[in-house]
């Protein structure tokens, strides 16, 4: 397999999806070693840079790409495969954003009252024991919890020429912030223009389902993935972001209000159901609502984000496009 490593400057960040040219091409089959900056564009170093004083508006979520797919087309299905993250610092931010989070009044959540106070956490990362610190702003506690790093950010451009901010999730991808975009992953995209031109970004070191304060432990990170196409004639491309993983498939669906994105993962799990078990969409849905697992996995962003989970222990024969993930295992053992 080629291996392509790239290490972007600040000058070459993507802050969209659509409308940024892709700064290389791949071939289906290549390695992608990269590095992903945080959230913050690494300007939150310390508890006592505040987002009012060190966040600008439009300059978040710092692309790394995009990177255009030989022979990809619309109709095609994109898929990545995230072989390793790896925190690239030895500390991690979270931060109250004005007007910004799950438990605050926002620009569409319209309340008087003024917003929440504002407070910089800083998590210390302990590599030899895999965690990072919380420690309170008030008081004396802390706890050491699990690194748990994803990828908060993975997207294709948009259909329709669209131009869509990466603090977005929608069909596309995007900003998803849903911790089963994991090490491990297989994650499968629907191709809505030429090339593909996909991205990915802010690394979160953990992250609690729901995402509730807007941020996670944000932290650059080292990525390997492998860049993999199927074809529109093998098989047709999903409608709305497919996850796989040893134990599981995944849906993510994006919308507002926060049912909408539930049923949206909701019914693309079914359709998948539907084709893999050859079952129609009633059974489908029979079947899914009783298996189903359906963890938030935002509801911070310009739109939520909600997940659908079934267990290929409990549902035998979910096997999506032939055992690709599989392979994509196997491929990235070396």
Known sequence: MDVVEFRPEPSQYAYTFG????????????VLRLWCDDAFGGTIRSTSDLASANLRMGFLNPQTGPFAVTGAEPGDTLVLHLVDLTPA???????LVPFFGGLTGTDRTALLQEPLEERTWIYELDRARRTVTFTAGRSDFSVDLPLAPMLGTVGVAPALGEVRSSLTPDAFGGNMDTPEMRAGATCYLPV???GAIFSVG?????QGEG????????????????????????????????????????????????ED????????????????????????????TQVSLTPLANVVDTNYSAVTKVSKALVPGLRPLDGLHADLRERARP
Not at 21 to 27: G, Q, S
Not at 89 to 95: E, F, K, Q, V, Y
């Open 19 to 30: 409308g940024v040219a892709p700064i290389r091409e791949v071939a289906p089959g290549t």
């Open 89 to 95: 610092r030895d500390w991690g931010a979270s931060t």
């Open 192 to 194: 809505n223009t030429p």
């Open 202 to 206: 802010d690394g979160h070191y953990r």
């Open 211 to 258: 995402e509730s304060c807007g941020t996670a432990v944000e932290g650059a990170m080292d990525v390997t993935l492998i860049v993999d196409l199927v074809k529109a004639s093998a098989a047709p491309a999903p409608l709305w972001p497919r996850l796989e993983n040893d134990d599981e498939i995944v849906v993510v669906g994006s919308s507002r209000p926060l």
């Open 261 to 288: 994105a539930w049923r949206i993962s909701q019914v693309e799990m079914i359709t998948w159901l539907s084709g893999l078990l050859g079952l129609d969409r009633l059974d489908a849905y029979q079947l899914l």
